[in-house]
């Protein structure tokens, strides 16, 4: 029979992170003299527990096992064990553990302490944290080495080779890049889009709009300078949409050959939709920035 | 004939008029702010001190000398080469300003230099961007656009008076190239490209912002040739610009040699080369037969891209290329909050909400996408260019605050084309087209007229809105120095807390000459100014660890702070404490970036999760975790604070800022001492008692007793 330290081994090699019943637990992470220490994951990833968070955190786990056995750091001083609560359910019992995922560290010796059990409220399962937490706690480094993610490269050189073959298919009649009026529109776009702020909800993330909880109501502004939602800032992009639209049908009334009537419509709807959506935005911004003075045709 | 012939001349006259008037438009506008507070005209925020420290060492001791400068009373004990690491463009504008004035014999302080460089510039800003977008679409635009970045707020934050920094003079840089680059590339004179080049040296000594001329005068060449709008006039453009002002900005210190090695350059290299390739093949093309040509073609232009694509592997590689700016720039800028704490706390580092697109342009922002518009229908070469500006700009702008000012040029350009377009048509008499004079023409004529007033009116009344907006963002949010703080009473008069200045005035009178003050790094220019006293760190932040050392021994208690600030040879200490008048911005709201900051250098000692309670809360009453309470910065801001009572309604050491009543009431030093305390307790000065005197103390003691 091997020893406990050679019957770890053993199982690291073959898995990352060491799967373990209520038995094995017994004899290889509470039985002392132990000459290593163990990191284990309490957890419950049967579907009926229904645990997604156990889901999520056991992906981070595996990432942070799977980059300390492919390290170069490798020692036989630390190992990664699981503990599923349908496997080894005495174990919960025993360590009056019941909340699942957990984490605690079994010190090689003496008795864990209360530093030893992860803070996931506090810290989150990132497994840059939990490599962060071990090396408090053993002062073993894990470097986390994420897996590269080839799925963004692979979906840019296939929309490259769409895009190549479509253009070499229609390549007798390329009149369509010649289109200004498609270059234009783009680049109208891409400035639109810009300007109602939609690189800090990429950023920062914010929820589509807000509902008070007591009044049921739903507010689409927020109501700070600091902050948006990203509701508001669809309007926003409507708006100043609406206001350059106005700008080029004026331009468009006064220089182009229609007849009479149909100019006079455009030059009134052009000059409208400046007015109208320009007052509109100078109220929304009013409703933000408190304290601003001005307003123009509506409050 | 002769109605054209009058308002041509009669335009004339407007240019010039209207060339004084906005000039002077603007700077009356920037002389309110400088009339709204005190004549003691103070240099408002904490990286123009430095600056205008370095422009009065450069005046005091001359030109060489200011290149070769070492600080030493700067990050201290490690010192800085101020001539190595800062961009010499604006000292050296107002050191030789000083020295024209000085030799035609008006003596004029280098302090009123500094302070009125800024709206001086801005004017010459204003001509540029006519003669710009005089080059782009007509001399209408360009005097609207002049018009606008005369007093549009994104510009205006940068260049106050009193704003004595390099924004100030480097968007005129920067305007002033790129009408010149436009010039060159509509003319193809080498004369015009020199000037181009001269005035990029001029940008690349003012501004770390040079590198987007150095990257949009490219773009706008590969796009060119892209569009097949190649020319003669764009080689010799291009190739005149590259080489020298290649050269011309490696001149400059700071830069050195990193325009042929860093990632950033290689934009321009690389499409030198292309150009080069193309210029040639389009020489052979005239000389050879069209067969032999496609295949040469063909050949060369795989060979080509094979080789380019190549060497970027090859560089790359062998880590010559480094990637610097950029990294921070693509998305995710997340990069930057998790491994750099320091250029994540920044504030102006954050993304952008629609509110301060709004907030510093007003309509302009509504109105450029149509002159964007107007610009792509009619488009030619330089047209291009502004288009290629206006979309990078606007994408950098979202990304980061700070880069809004690199926006606003572009669009008062824009929206100046804008207007003026719908102007042309709407305003005075209509000499075009339009349909034969029909019988009941003069009806027609008057409704026509009268719709044309119509629309005239309301585009003037929203520039007139623009121009209220615009001069009270001025008043209220660009003008106020932040040294001295303003509070407004109940019954409306202002009450001004001048601590900080009182706070450096104290210790450049009462403390030695050469002692040692240790604060967090956004002081550090302040103190080495205002008090003239040798700091620990400063705004420039280029040493991480030093930094974090300072912070290090704020979050640690009082006997390992005393530790560090004996190796570091720390006289005083000085902290902002803002909880009796509520004052957001003080060291206990920073505390937790100096935390971080720590704790990425020294990760054993210091761990940001002491300092939160168990439910993860950042608390400074009882509740609060006691590694905090015990901490040197909560000591420090909250001695004898627990004796005070600010209020009736609320209990003694009742913290405003934090809406708390603080935890550890009964504070004492075992090595510091207080020294000073500002009148609202804003600024606390403590000193370090050094291990001498406390051993003489308790000599002293033993020898009593």
Same mark, same amino acid.
């Given at each position: 029979?091997?020893?406990?330290?050679?019957?770890?081994?053993?199982?690291?090699?073959?898995?990352?992170?060491?799967?373990?019943?209520?038995?094995?637990?017994?004899?290889?992470?509470?039985?002392?003299?132990?000459?290593?220490?163990?990191?284990?994951?309490?957890?419950?990833?049967?579907?009926?527990?229904?645990?997604?968070?156990?889901?999520?955190?056991?992906?981070?786990?595996?990432?942070?096992?799977?980059?300390?056995?492919?390290?170069?750091?490798?020692?036989?001083?630390?190992?990664?064990?699981?503990?599923?609560?349908?496997?080894?359910?005495?174990?919960?019992?025993?360590?009056?553990?019941?909340?699942?995922?957990?984490?605690?560290? =079994?010190?090689?010796?003496?008795?864990?302490?209360?530093?030893?059990?992860?803070?996931?409220?506090?810290?989150? =399962?990132?497994?840059?944290?939990?490599?962060?937490?071990?090396?408090?706690?053993?002062?073993?480094?894990?470097?986390?080495?994420?897996?590269?993610?080839?799925?963004?490269?692979?979906?840019?050189?296939?929309?490259?080779?769409?895009?190549?073959?479509?253009?070499?298919?229609?390549?007798?009649?390329?009149?369509?890049?010649?289109?200004?009026?498609?270059?234009?529109?783009?680049?109208?776009?891409?400035?639109?889009?810009?300007?109602?702020?939609?690189?800090?909800?990429?950023?920062?993330?914010?929820?589509?709009?807000?509902?008070?909880?007591?009044?049921?109501?739903?507010?689409?502004?927020?109501?700070?300078?600091?902050?948006?939602?990203?509701?508001?800032?669809?309007?926003?992009?409507? =708006?100043?949409?609406?206001?350059?639209?106005?700008?080029?049908?004026?331009?468009?009334?006064?220089?182009?050959?229609?007849?009479?009537?149909?100019?006079?419509?455009?030059?009134?709807?052009?000059?409208?939709?400046?007015?109208?959506?320009?007052?509109?935005?100078?109220?929304? =911004?009013?409703?933000?920035?408190?304290?601003?003075?001005?307003?123009?045709?509506?409050? | 004939?002769?109605?054209?012939?009058?308002?041509?001349?009669?335009?004339?006259?407007?240019?010039?008029? #209207?060339?004084?008037?906005?000039?002077?438009?603007?700077?009356?506008?920037?002389?309110?702010? &400088?009339?709204?507070?005190?004549?003691?005209?103070?240099?408002?925020?904490?990286?123009?001190?430095?600056?205008?420290?370095?422009?009065?060492?450069?005046?005091?001791?001359?030109?060489?000398?200011?290149?070769?400068?070492?600080?030493?009373?700067?990050?201290?004990?490690?010192?800085?080469?101020?001539?190595?690491?800062?961009?010499?463009?604006?000292? &050296?504008?107002?050191?030789?300003?000083?020295?024209?004035?000085?030799?035609?014999?008006?003596? $004029?302080?280098?302090?009123?230099?500094? /302070?009125?460089?800024?709206?001086?510039?801005?004017?010459?800003?204003?001509?540029?961007?006519?003669?710009?977008?005089?080059?782009?679409?007509?001399?209408?635009?360009?005097?609207? !656009?002049?018009?606008?970045?005369?007093?549009?707020?994104?510009?205006?934050?940068?260049?106050?008076?009193?704003?004595?920094?390099?924004?100030?003079?480097?968007?005129?840089?920067?305007? *002033?190239?790129?009408?010149?680059? /436009?010039?060159?590339?509509?003319?193809?004179? &080498?004369?015009?490209?020199?000037?181009?080049?001269?005035?990029?040296?001029?940008?690349?000594?003012?501004?770390?912002? @040079?590198?987007?001329?150095?990257?949009?005068?490219?773009?706008?060449?590969?796009?060119?040739?892209?569009?097949?709008?190649?020319?003669?006039?764009?080689?010799?453009?291009?190739?005149?610009?590259?080489?020298?002002?290649?050269?011309?900005?490696?001149?400059?210190?700071?830069?050195?040699?990193?325009?042929?090695?860093?990632?950033?350059?290689?934009?321009?290299?690389? $499409?030198? !080369?292309?150009?080069?390739?193309?210029?040639?093949?389009?020489?052979?093309?005239?000389?050879?037969?069209?067969?032999?040509?496609?295949?040469?073609?063909?050949?060369? +232009?795989?060979?080509?891209?094979?080789?380019?694509?190549?060497?970027?592997?090859?560089?790359?590689?062998?880590?010559?290329?480094?990637?610097?700016?950029?990294?921070?720039?693509?998305?995710?800028?997340?990069?930057?909050?998790?491994?750099?704490?320091?250029?994540?706390?920044?504030?102006?580092?954050?993304?952008?909400? #629609?509110?301060?697109?709004?907030?510093?342009?007003?309509?302009?922002?509504?109105?450029?996408?149509?002159?964007?518009?107007?610009?792509?229908?009619?488009?030619?070469?330089?047209?291009?260019?502004?288009?290629?500006?206006?979309?990078?700009?606007?994408?950098?702008?979202?990304?980061?605050?700070?880069?809004?000012?690199?926006?606003?040029? $572009? $669009?008062?350009?824009?929206?100046?084309?804008? *207007?003026?377009?719908?102007?042309?048509?709407?305003?005075?008499?209509?000499?075009?087209?339009?349909?034969?004079?029909?019988?009941?023409?003069?009806?027609?004529?008057?409704?026509?007229?009268?719709?044309?007033?119509?629309?005239?009116?309301?585009?003037?009344?929203?520039?007139?809105?623009?121009?209220?907006?615009?001069?009270?963002?001025?008043?209220?949010?660009?003008?106020?120095?932040?040294?001295?703080?303003?509070?407004?009473?109940?019954?409306?008069?202002?009450?001004?807390?001048?601590?900080?200045?009182?706070?450096?005035?104290?210790?450049?009178?009462?403390?030695?000459?050469? !002692?040692?003050?240790?604060? #967090?790094?956004?002081?550090?220019?302040?103190?080495?100014?205002?008090?003239?006293?040798?700091?620990?760190?400063?705004?420039?932040? #280029?040493?991480?660890?030093?930094?974090?050392?300072?912070?290090?021994?704020?979050?640690?208690?009082?006997?390992?702070?005393?530790?560090?600030?004996?190796?570091?040879?720390?006289?005083?200490?000085?902290?902002?404490?803002?909880?009796?008048?509520?004052?957001?911005?003080?060291?206990?709201?920073?505390?937790?970036?100096?935390?971080?900051?720590?704790?990425?250098?020294?990760?054993?000692?210091?761990?940001?999760?002491? @300092?939160?309670?168990?439910?993860?809360?950042?608390?400074?009453?009882?509740?609060?975790?006691?590694?905090?309470?015990?901490?040197?910065?909560?000591?420090?801001?909250?001695?004898?604070?627990?004796?005070?009572?600010?209020?009736?309604?609320?209990?003694?050491?009742?913290?405003?800022?934090?809406?708390?009543?603080?935890?550890?009431?009964?504070?004492?030093?075992?090595?510091?001492?207080?020294?000073?305390?500002?009148?609202?307790?804003? +600024?606390?000065?403590?000193?370090?008692?050094?291990?001498?005197?406390?051993?003489?103390?308790?000599?002293?003691?033993?020898?009593?007793?």
């Amino acid at each position: 029979m091997l020893l406990p330290l050679g019957q770890m081994m053993d199982w690291a090699s073959k898995r990352s992170v060491i799967r373990m019943n209520g038995e094995k637990f017994r004899r290889f992470v509470k039985a002392p003299p132990r000459n290593y220490s163990v990191v284990v994951m309490f957890t419950a990833l049967q579907p009926q527990r229904q645990c997604g968070v156990c889901k999520q955190a056991d992906e981070e786990y595996q990432i942070l096992a799977n980059s300390w056995r492919y390290s170069s750091a490798f020692t036989n001083k630390i190992f990664f064990a699981s503990v599923d609560f349908d496997e080894g359910s005495d174990i919960f019992h025993m360590l009056n553990m019941n909340s699942a995922p957990t984490f605690m560290h =079994f010190p090689s010796k003496g008795k864990p302490k209360r530093a030893d059990t992860y803070e996931l409220q506090v810290r989150g =399962f990132a497994a840059e944290q939990i490599s962060r937490w071990i090396a408090d706690r053993t002062d073993i480094n894990v470097r986390v080495i994420r897996p590269p993610n080839y799925a963004g490269p692979l979906m840019l050189g296939f929309l490259l080779a769409v895009v190549g073959s479509l253009v070499y298919l229609r390549r007798n009649n390329l009149e369509f890049l010649y289109n200004k009026n498609a270059w234009a529109f783009a680049a109208l776009c891409f400035v639109l889009i810009m300007t109602s702020g939609q690189m800090w909800n990429h950023i920062r993330g914010p929820p589509y709009a807000h509902k008070n909880p007591n009044t049921g109501q739903v507010s689409y502004i927020h109501g700070s300078s600091q902050a948006q939602f990203v509701a508001e800032t669809h309007i926003v992009l409507l =708006f100043n949409s609406a206001v350059t639209f106005g700008m080029v049908l004026l331009h468009e009334a006064a220089t182009s050959d229609m007849d009479i009537g149909k100019r006079k419509i455009m030059c009134i709807a052009g000059i409208g939709l400046v007015v109208l959506f320009f007052s509109w935005l100078l109220s929304i =911004f009013r409703a933000k920035y408190h304290g601003y003075p001005y307003s123009f045709l509506m409050n | 004939m002769d109605g054209l012939t009058d308002s041509g001349h009669g335009h004339f006259n407007t240019k010039h008029k #209207w060339r004084t008037e906005f000039s002077g438009c603007n700077y009356v506008v920037k002389n309110d702010t &400088v009339a709204n507070h005190m004549r003691v005209v103070s240099l408002s925020s904490f990286l123009l001190r430095f600056n205008y420290r370095s422009t009065h060492h450069l005046t005091s001791n001359g030109f060489y000398e200011f290149l070769n400068w070492f600080d030493e009373r700067a990050w201290y004990p490690l010192g800085r080469i101020v001539g190595g690491t800062v961009y010499p463009g604006l000292m &050296v504008t107002a050191g030789l300003i000083h020295y024209v004035l000085n030799l035609l014999h008006m003596t $004029v302080h280098i302090r009123d230099v500094c /302070v009125f460089l800024a709206p001086i510039f801005s004017g010459l800003t204003a001509i540029s961007t006519f003669l710009l977008t005089r080059e782009l679409w007509n001399q209408g635009a360009g005097l609207l !656009a002049a018009c606008f970045i005369a007093i549009v707020p994104g510009y205006i934050s940068r260049s106050v008076a009193g704003s004595f920094d390099n924004e100030g003079i480097a968007i005129f840089a920067l305007q *002033f190239t790129y009408y010149l680059w /436009v010039k060159s590339v509509k003319t193809g004179s &080498v004369f015009w490209t020199i000037g181009c080049c001269l005035s990029y040296f001029y940008m690349v000594s003012a501004w770390g912002g @040079y590198v987007f001329i150095i990257n949009l005068i490219p773009l706008h060449v590969f796009v060119l040739l892209l569009m097949q709008r190649y020319s003669r006039r764009v080689y010799i453009a291009y190739s005149t610009f590259y080489i020298v002002g290649l050269v011309l900005s490696m001149q400059i210190p700071f830069v050195g040699f990193q325009p042929i090695r860093t990632s950033e350059h290689m934009a321009a290299a690389g $499409v030198f !080369a292309l150009l080069q390739a193309y210029a040639f093949l389009q020489y052979l093309k005239d000389r050879l037969t069209k067969q032999e040509f496609q295949t040469l073609f063909f050949l060369g +232009v795989s060979l080509a891209a094979g080789v380019v694509f190549l060497t970027v592997i090859y560089l790359t590689y062998t880590g010559k290329f480094s990637l610097s700016l950029m990294r921070y720039l693509c998305p995710p800028p997340r990069y930057a909050k998790i491994h750099i704490p320091i250029i994540a706390s920044v504030s102006e580092h954050q993304p952008t909400t #629609w509110v301060s697109f709004f907030f510093d342009l007003h309509i302009l922002v509504c109105t450029f996408p149509a002159g964007l518009w107007f610009c792509i229908k009619n488009i030619n070469d330089e047209r291009v260019f502004v288009a290629l500006y206006a979309i990078s700009a606007v994408y950098f702008a979202g990304v980061m605050v700070r880069l809004m000012l690199t926006l606003t040029p $572009v $669009v008062c350009m824009l929206s100046a084309i804008a *207007f003026s377009s719908v102007f042309e048509h709407y305003l005075g008499d209509d000499q075009k087209k339009d349909s034969p004079p029909t019988e009941d023409s003069s009806d027609e004529d008057d409704k026509r007229n009268s719709g044309n007033l119509i629309v005239t009116m309301l585009m003037l009344m929203l520039l007139m809105m623009f121009a209220v907006h615009c001069t009270w963002v001025t008043s209220n949010a660009y003008s106020s120095p932040s040294v001295v703080l303003a509070s407004y009473n109940h019954d409306g008069s202002r009450n001004i807390l001048d601590d900080f200045r009182e706070a450096y005035y104290w210790l450049r009178q009462n403390t030695d000459e050469h !002692a040692r003050v240790m604060s #967090w790094w956004d002081y550090g220019y302040q103190i080495a100014g205002m008090a003239n006293r040798t700091t620990l760190v400063d705004n420039n932040t #280029w040493n991480n660890s030093h930094i974090a050392l300072v912070g290090k021994a704020m979050s640690s208690n009082e006997s390992a702070a005393y530790q560090i600030m004996q190796s570091l040879d720390v006289d005083y200490v000085l902290i902002i404490f803002g909880g009796v008048i509520g004052y957001s911005g003080d060291d206990i709201n920073k505390f937790l970036w100096m935390v971080r900051i720590a704790e990425g250098e020294h990760p054993k000692d210091i761990r940001e999760s002491d @300092y939160f309670t168990p439910q993860g809360e950042f608390r400074v009453d009882k509740a609060g975790s006691p590694t905090l309470l015990n901490c040197l910065m909560y000591k420090m801001s909250y001695y004898r604070f627990g004796e005070m009572q600010l209020d009736f309604r609320t209990p003694p050491g009742f913290d405003r800022t934090r809406n708390a009543e603080i935890g550890n009431k009964d504070i004492k030093f075992k090595h510091l001492e207080e020294a000073f305390t500002s009148e609202h307790w804003l +600024v606390r000065i403590y000193k370090v008692k050094n291990e001498g005197s406390s051993r003489t103390s308790s000599f002293l003691r033993k020898a009593r007793s």
